[in-house]
């Protein structure tokens, strides 16, 4: 096959990429992006500020926009994401305790009414885990109680029950790092519980402070085997070695469970770190080594 997605799809895989909204009036950018992926996460304009903006007021413009340059044009979407601690409005910043934990919940079911049945996975959760230590992270959401987490995947099952619903994460790519162990105790306790989650999004920002190490495939296939899928949601590598990128794709490969793959960003120009150059196609659109590879590497199943 000669594009990412067409040659993912050979294992029954997808291939995405992070759209946004504001750049699809360039046509360089949406050629690449139609031709090359079959999944699309909305960069920011699925967000709590950008869907809630004013409590109880919800606006899925610029949502909207994405999810129908994808679905007109073949794609599968995911939905990103329905409970974080940033990017929240400033009327949900300044609210706490039980009024907070209420509002989460209508926003959860806002958002997923809007969407329902229109979705390929949500992830509901998004970076509860503190950066050192294997705890969660301190946010106004942690601390309306330990158990926000369960609560937005038991209402978001109840207000979509054909979407999968996710936990998405940074720095939970390495096996023996207390973040990735911490995430992997609560999805083994929530799949002992019966806490609705199927999917476990690995964002795989790699660079220089977290790079890419060769335990990922353990990672992968020691959250598949707790009974979800493994999804690598975020995907850029400083640099964008061709090598790096060919592992990362062929430990996916390796786990059955792993069915998708999606970078965050087209073009290194597009990235949320575009200095780190660390996308598959130069800031002209021009394939990449790293593009080769992933490609090959998706060819050789
Ligand atoms: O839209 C406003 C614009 O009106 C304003 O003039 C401009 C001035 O700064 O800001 C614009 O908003 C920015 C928004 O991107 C849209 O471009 C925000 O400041 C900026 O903070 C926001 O950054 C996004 C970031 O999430 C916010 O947390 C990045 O685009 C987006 O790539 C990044 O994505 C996250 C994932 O959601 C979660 N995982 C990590 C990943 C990278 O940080």
């Not at 996460?41 to 869907?51: F, Q, R, Y």
């Not at 509002?103 to 809007?114: E, P, R, T």
């Not at 979509?160 to 940074?170: I, S, T």
Request: proline share 2%; charged share 20%.
């Amino acid at each position: 096959e000669t594009t990412l997605g067409a040659a993912a799809a050979q294992s029954g895989r997808y291939f995405g990429t992070a759209i946004n909204s504001g750049k699809l009036g360039d046509s360089a950018y949406t050629t690449i992006a139609n031709r090359e992926f079959n999944m699309v996460t909305a960069e920011n304009e699925m967000k709590i500020d950008a869907t809630e903006p004013q409590q109880g007021v919800f606006n899925f413009t610029n949502a909207d926009r994405v999810y129908n340059w994808a679905v007109q044009n073949g794609k599968r979407v995911r939905g990103h994401t329905l409970a974080w601690h940033s990017q929240q409005p400033g009327w949900m910043q300044s609210l706490s305790g039980s009024a907070l934990r209420q509002a989460m919940i209508n926003h959860i079911n806002g958002v997923m009414a809007h969407y329902k049945g229109q979705l390929y996975a949500w992830d509901v959760v998004n970076e509860a885990y503190a950066d050192s230590g294997g705890g969660r992270r301190d946010s106004n959401l942690q601390r309306t109680g330990n158990d926000w987490i369960e609560v937005a995947f038991r209402t978001a099952r109840a207000a979509d029950p054909g979407v999968k619903l996710c936990y998405n994460d940074y720095n939970i790519d390495n096996w023996t790092w207390e973040k990735t162990q911490g995430v992997y105790n609560m999805v083994r306790d929530f799949k002992s519980r019966g806490v609705p989650i199927d999917c476990v999004g690995l964002q795989a920002h790699f660079n220089s402070g977290s790079p890419y190490n060769s335990n990922f495939r353990t990672t992968i296939s020691s959250f598949a085997a707790l009974g979800v899928d493994v999804q690598i949601t975020e995907l850029d590598i400083q640099g964008a070695s061709a090598t790096t990128y060919a592992n990362v794709v062929n430990d996916c490969l390796a786990v059955a469970r792993c069915n998708g793959i999606t970078t965050w960003g087209v073009r290194d120009s597009d990235s949320w770190r575009s200095g780190d150059t660390p996308l598959l196609f130069d800031g002209n659109g021009n394939k990449k080594p790293a593009y080769t590879s992933v490609l090959n590497a998706l060819n050789s199943v």
